[in-house]
C-alpha cells in the first residue's frame, strides 16, 4: 500500500465507536506509515481491530481526537501514540503484545488508515462479534489502568509514566483537552430572542403622550365648604340616619331571636339615642386602652372612669354588642340555606352598611391627580374562608383590602374585601385569565366617577404591561415597580447593569408608551411607567462611601419614575397610620362585628380629612386628630341627650282643649254649636212663639269633642270651659 498523507477530513471519517476514543499524537503533515504483522507489529494490529467501525455510527458524529500535545515524548522524536478505551475481552493480548515490544524493540508503530468499508465487506469480526454492541442502553466499562500504560509507554521512551488528572462527570478523562468545568445553568430566557439594549442616562429620551387631567368634579371634598361642618355632622355622611335605623332594627330582630333561643340577658329595644352612646363608649375604646372592656365600669382605683358608667351600664353596652347585627335576620337566614351553591353570598351579613359606607367614600370626596393602589389587612383570626394570611405585612393574619387611596391625604375613596379565589367560575381550555393583580385595579378604578388624566401608583405586585396598556386606553397613566419575570418585561441583557453596579447607576428601555427602567439604589429597583422619561437631571441624598472608608451623605442620580414613585405610593400606607393611631379595633367572636369596627375607623377617618379641607378653604387651623375624636364622642352624647329630651311627652291635641276646623275650609262640616244651642232653649221657654235659631260653626275642640263658635261677637269655645262644662 502507497504511503500517502491523508486529509484531516479523512482522518475524522474514521470513527471509532461512541466507547472507543483513538489519539494519534503526530504532526499534521506526517505520513501514515504502515503496520506489518508479526512481533509489536501484530499487537498494534489487534488494537486496531478492536476499533470497530461502521457507516452508522460515523454519520452520527463520532468523535476520532487528534492533537498536538506531547505527554509521552521524550527529547526531540516524534512518535505516535494510539490511546484507545480498551475492553475487557482483549487485556490480556494486549498484556502480550507490551511484553513482546519489551523483549525486542521495534520501530515506532503506525498507523494504517484504511477507506471506508460498507458493513457487507466488513470482516466477520467486526460483523459478528460486535453486533449486539449497538445496542443504544450499551454502559462503557470503567477505564482500566492498561489504557494509561499503552498509551504512555513506547519502544525507546525513558520518560517515566505520568498519571492523567481526571475530572469529575462525564466525558473529563484523559483524551480531552482541558480540565474539567462545570456546565452554565440555562434560564428560560435565554432561549427567547434578545431584542433592543438597554440604554445609559446619558442617552436621551422621548417625552411620552400623557393624558391631560380632565377629574369629573373640582379635586378636593364634594360638600359646601361655605357651611360650618361639625365632627358629627360629618360622620353623619357616612353613617346615615338610614343605616342607623337599618342597623337598630336588625339588632332589636336579632335580640329577639336569641331570647326565643334560650339566651338569657336583660333586653330593652335598642333607640337612636341609646345607639349614639353606644357608638361614643366605642370611640373611646380608642383612645384609652385597658386590658378588659370590664375594667372601664370599674370603681375601683386607678380604673375610675367617669364617662362610660355615667351613660350607660356595663350590662346594657354588652346587650347591644351580643346583639348586634347589620343584615336582615330573616333574609339572613335564606342565605344560609344557599351556603355551598353559586348563590350563596359570604359578606351578606355585611353587606347593607357595607355598600353604603363605599358609596359615600366614592362620593364625598374628589381624589387629587396622584391616587395609589394597595392591600390593607383588617386583623382577625377568625375561623372563615376567606381570611388571608400574608407574611410581609405586619398584620399577617386577617381580612384583605383592595383599597384606592389618594397619595396626598390619604384618603379611602374605594375599597372591597378580597373573598379568596373565586372556584365556580369556570375557565375554558385556552382561555386566558388576567388575573387578580389587574381585575382588582381595574375594580376600583370607576372611570365614570374619577375622569380622565389619573396617575396610578401600584406595587410590584399589580404591574405589569397589561395592565398598564388597559389602563392607557381608558385615560390613565400608571407607574410602579415591576418583577423582571412579568410577561412582557425587556429579556434582552446587552449593556445592562454590570454584576457590581455602584450606587446611582441606571439603565432603560422604552418600548413605545412603556419605560422601563432599572436602578440601583441599595439593591436593583426594577420599575415601569407610561408618563415619565427615563432621565432628567433628578437627584435624591443617600449615604455613600468615600475612598478613605468614611459615610456621607451625597447627591445620587435616580429616574424619574422611580423619584415620583417614592413621593406618591404612600397614600394607602397613610390612610393605615391614620387608623392605626386610634383604632377602636377590638376582640370579637363574630367576623362581621370586626367589619363593622373597621366601618368606624374609616368614616371617623374620611370625616376628619374632610374636617382639615374645610378648615382651610376657611383659613382656619383644622383640629388635630385627636381632639377631632375627643369633639365627636361630647356631640354624640349630647345627641343621645337631645333625642331623649324629644322623646318626653308634651301637650298634644288630644290631651288639650283646642280649637280644630273639621273640614278643610270654613264652610265644610259644618254643626251646632252647642253653647248656642243650650240659650236658644232657655230663650224659647221665657219667650212662647220664639223661632229657636241654629247657630252652626266649623270648630269643635279637640278634646271635648264639641262644636263651638269663636268668633269676634262669641266666643262660645271660652265659654264653654269658663263654665266647667267641659269633659
Known amino acids: 500500500m502507497n504511503e500517502t498523507t491523508p486529509s484531516m477530513d479523512y482522518i475524522t471519517q474514521q470513527t471509532a ?21 508479526g512481533g509489536r507489529q501484530s499487537s498494534v494490529t489487534s488494537v486496531t481491530t478492536c476499533c470497530s467501525v461502521n457507516s452508522d455510527e460515523i454519520h452520527r458524529g463520532s468523535e476520532m481526537d487528534f492533537s498536538d500535545s506531547s505527554d509521552s515524548e521524550s527529547g526531540g522524536s516524534e512518535e505516535e501514540t494510539v490511546t484507545q478505551d480498551v475492553d475487557p475481552v482483549h487485556h490480556q493480548q494486549e498484556e502480550e503484545s507490551e511484553a513482546s515490544g519489551r523483549s525486542s524493540p521495534q520501530p515506532p508503530p503506525t498507523l494504517d488508515i484504511q477507506p471506508p468499508v460498507s458493513p ?14 449497538e445496542d443504544v442502553d450499551y454502559a462503557p466499562p470503567p477505564r482500566s489502568s492498561s489504557r494509561r500504560r499503552f498509551a504512555s509507554s513506547s519502544p525507546g521512551s525513558s520518560s517515566p509514566e505520568k498519571p492523567t488528572k481526571r475530572g469529575r462527570g462525564r466525558g473529563c478523562g484523559p483524551g480531552r483537552r482541558g480540565q474539567a468545568s462545570k456546565r452554565p445553568k440555562l434560564a428560560a430566557r435565554d432561549f427567547e430572542p434578545q431584542q433592543g439594549r438597554w440604554r445609559t442616562k446619558e442617552e436621551p429620551d422621548v417625552e411620552p403622550p400623557t393624558p391631560q387631567f380632565e377629574p369629573k368634579h373640582q379635586p378636593g371634598p364634594r360638600i359646601d365648604t361655605n357651611v360650618k361642618w361639625s365632627p358629627l355632622s360629618l360622620f353623619k355622611l357616612f353613617f ?32 337612636v339615642d341609646s345607639f349614639y352612646i353606644f357608638l361614643s363608649i366605642i370611640l373611646f375604646f380608642g383612645l384609652v386602652h385597658v386590658h378588659s372592656r370590664a375594667d372601664f365600669w370599674r370603681r375601683e382605683w386607678p380604673y375610675q372612669f367617669v364617662f362610660p358608667k355615667s351613660s350607660m351600664s356595663r350590662d346594657r353596652f354588652e346587650a347591644i354588642f351580643w346583639s348586634l347585627h347589620l343584615s336582615d335576620v330573616t333574609e339572613d337566614e335564606e342565605n344560609e340555606r344557599k351556603r355551598g351553591t353559586p348563590q350563596f353570598d359570604r359578606l351578606f351579613k355585611i353587606k347593607p352598611l357595607y355598600g353604603e359606607i363605599v358609596n359615600a367614600c366614592n362620593s364625598l370626596f374628589q381624589p387629587y391627580q396622584n391616587i395609589t393602589v394597595d392591600e390593607r389587612m383588617v386583623a382577625s383570626k377568625a375561623r372563615i374562608g376567606f381570611r388571608q394570611y400574608m407574611k410581609d ?78 389602563l392607557l386606553k381608558n385615560h390613565t397613566a400608571a407607574c410602579g415597580t415591576i418583577r423582571t419575570n412579568r410577561e412582557g418585561f425587556p429579556r434582552t441583557t446587552i449593556n445592562d447593569l454590570p454584576k457590581k453596579p455602584e450606587r446611582g447607576d441606571m439603565r432603560w428601555i422604552r418600548e413605545g408608551n412603556l419605560l422601563f427602567a432599572r436602578w440601583m439604589d441599595t439593591k436593583v429597583v426594577n420599575l415601569c411607567s ?21 459615610w456621607h451623605r451625597a447627591p445620587v442620580d435616580v429616574p424619574d419614575a422611580c423619584r415620583d414613585y417614592n413621593i406618591n405610593m404612600g397614600g394607602v400606607d397613610l390612610s393605615d397610620a391614620l387608623i392605626h393611631y386610634y383604632s377602636v379595633h377590638g376582640k370579637t367572636m363574630r367576623w362581621y362585628k370586626t367589619f363593622f369596627y ?12 374632610l374636617h ?6 376657611h383659613n382656619q387651623a383644622p383640629m388635630s386628630h385627636k381632639q377631632f375624636r375627643e369633639v365627636l364622642m361630647r356631640e354624640m352624647v349630647e345627641q343621645a ?31 251646632k254649636c252647642v253653647v248656642c244651642a243650650a240659650k236658644e232653649k232657655v230663650k224659647a221657654k221665657q219667650m212662647p212663639g220664639y223661632k229657636i235659631r241654629d247657630m252652626k260653626t266649623p270648630l269643635y275642640c279637640s278634646r271635648c269633642n264639641v262644636s263651638l263658635c269663636l268668633v269676634p261677637d262669641r266666643n262660645c269655645f271660652l265659654e264653654y270651659h269658663s263654665m266647667g262644662l267641659q269633659k
Not at 20 to 35: E, F, G, H, I, N
Not at 612 to 617: H, I, L, T
Open 120 to 133: 457487507s465487506e466488513a470482516s466477520p469480526l467486526l460483523s459478528s462479534d460486535h453486533e449486539e454492541d
Open 641 to 671: 341627650k337631645a333625642l331623649v329630651a324629644e322623646a318626653t311627652p308634651r301637650p298634644s291635641l288630644t290631651n288639650t282643649c283646642m280649637p280644630v276646623f273639621r273640614g278643610s275650609t270654613g264652610t265644610q262640616d259644618r254643626r
Open 598 to 609: 373597621h366601618f368606624i375607623d374609616i368614616a371617623v377617618v374620611n370625616s376628619y380629612i
Open 240 to 271: 346615615s340616619s338610614s343605616s342607623l335605623h337599618s342597623i337598630i332594627n336588625n339588632t332589636n330582630a336579632n335580640a329577639v331571636r336569641r331570647l326565643a333561643q334560650g339566651s338569657k340577658y336583660k333586653w330593652f329595644p335598642l333607640s
Open 612 to 617: 382639615k379641607a374645610v378648615s382651610s378653604s
Open 17 to 37: 465507536k461512541p466507547r472507543v476514543t483513538v489519539t494519534a499524537k503526530m504532526p499534521c503533515s506526517a505520513p501514515l506509515r504502515t503496520v506489518h504483522e
Open 393 to 470: 405585612k405586619p398584620t399577617k393574619f386577617g381580612y384583605k383590602l383592595f383599597v384606592l387611596a389618594d397619595s396626598k391625604t390619604g384618603y379611602t375613596s374605594n375599597f372591597f374585601v378580597y373573598q379568596g379565589k373565586d372556584k365556580s367560575k369556570v375557565k375554558l381550555r385556552g382561555q386566558k385569565d388576567d388575573g387578580l393583580s389587574v381585575t382588582s385595579v381595574m375594580d376600583l378604578m370607576r372611570f365614570d366617577l374619577l375622569g380622565k388624566g389619573y396617575h396610578l401608583y401600584v406595587d410590584n405586585f399589580y404591574s405589569s404591561p397589561l395592565l398598564f396598556n388597559k
Open 530 to 550: 407610561t408618563f415619565h422619561k427615563a432621565y432628567s437631571g433628578a437627584t435624591v441624598l443617600r449615604r455613600v462611601k468615600r475612598p478613605d472608608g468614611n
